[in-house]
């Protein structure tokens, strides 16, 4: 029903940006709020940052505020994450997600309904 496809991933050395895009098809984008998730192996998945459905509300975990900006493109179907001042440890495989039916939370993934497919970012020390 909703397809999310991720890029923009990749090898960077630490202090580097990166910008990851995820573009969303088969839905209505504009209408729904986008989160980014980060999980590393054997680690928890967690939050990173959330935008409302017309970017004027943004929220951001605070191990990436500061350094990170979510923002969106409705008219392209598209939100970015991007990434500046990255560490080491950033490096994890980052998921964008959207909310269609879930409450007015942001900070879990329980929270959204469908998922990207995960695009690996990797921070050289």
């Known amino acids: 029903q909703v397809q999310l496809v991720e890029s923009g991933g990749g090898l960077v050395q630490a202090g580097g940006s990166l910008r990851l895009s995820c573009a969303a098809s088969g839905r209505i984008f504009s209408s729904y709020a986008m989160g980014w998730f980060r999980q590393a192996p054997g680690k928890e998945r967690e939050f990173v940052a959330h935008?409302?459905?017309?970017?004027?509300?943004?929220y951001y975990a605070d191990s990436v505020k500061g350094r990170f900006t979510i923002s969106r493109d409705n008219a392209k179907n598209t939100v970015y994450l991007q990434m500046n001042s990255l560490k080491p440890e950033d490096t994890a495989v980052y998921y964008c997600a959207i909310q269609i039916y879930g409450p007015p939370q942001y900070d879990s993934g329980r929270y959204y309904d469908y998922w990207g497919q995960g695009a690996q970012v990797t921070v050289s020390s």
């Open positions: 935008i409302n459905w017309n970017g004027d509300s943004t």
